[in-house]
C-alpha cells in the first residue's frame, strides 16, 4: 500500500436541504488484483477513532467502518443492499440504493464518486453523494 492524503467531501440532501461535510486524513492506497483499495482512520469530536476501507471492485464499492461507526454498505448502480449501521452502541437498519458510480481511480491516486440512496422501512431518507480524491505523498 502507498501513502496517500485522502478527501472525502460527502453531501446530504434532506427534505430540500443540503447539508456537507468534508473530511482530508492520512492513508494508504492500492491496486491489488484488479481492486482498488483506500483505508483511512477519522475521528470524532470526543477523539473515537473510526478506521474506514473503502475496496473498489469494477462496478461495486464496499464501504466499511469499524471503532466508534460500524458498518458494511455495498453501492452498486442500479441495486439496493441492507446494512447495519451502528454508532455508539445503537443499531440502524439502512437500505442503500446505488444511483452512479464515477470511478475515475487509477495507480497514481484519482477520484470517485458515489451517488446513492439511503431509505429505512420504505421510507427515504436521504439522497447522497460522496466525492473521494486520493493523493499519492
Known amino acids: ?65 469499524s471503532g466508534v461507526t460500524e458498518s458494511r454498505m455495498v453501492i452498486e448502480e442500479g441495486k439496493q443492499f441492507t446494512c447495519l449501521y451502528k454508532t455508539s452502541g445503537t443499531g440502524l437498519m439502512l437500505d442503500i440504493k446505488g444511483e452512479k458510480i464515477n470511478n475515475k481511480l487509477s495507480c497514481f491516486g484519482g477520484t470517485l464518486t458515489l451517488e446513492y440512496s439511503i431509505s429505512n422501512s420504505n421510507i427515504l431518507l436521504s439522497q447522497n453523494k460522496t466525492e473521494i480524491t486520493v493523493k499519492e505523498v
Open 1 to 65: 500500500m502507498t501513502n496517500a492524503l485522502i478527501t472525502v467531501k460527502g453531501y446530504q440532501y434532506i427534505n430540500g436541504q443540503e447539508d456537507v461535510i468534508e473530511l482530508t486524513a492520512k492513508g494508504m492506497f492500492a491496486l491489488k488484483d484488479g481492486k482498488y483499495y483506500i483505508r483511512y482512520n477519522e475521528s470524532d469530536e470526543s477523539g473515537g477513532q473510526t478506521d474506514t476501507l473503502i475496496k473498489v471492485d469494477n462496478s461495486q464499492v464496499l464501504l466499511q467502518k
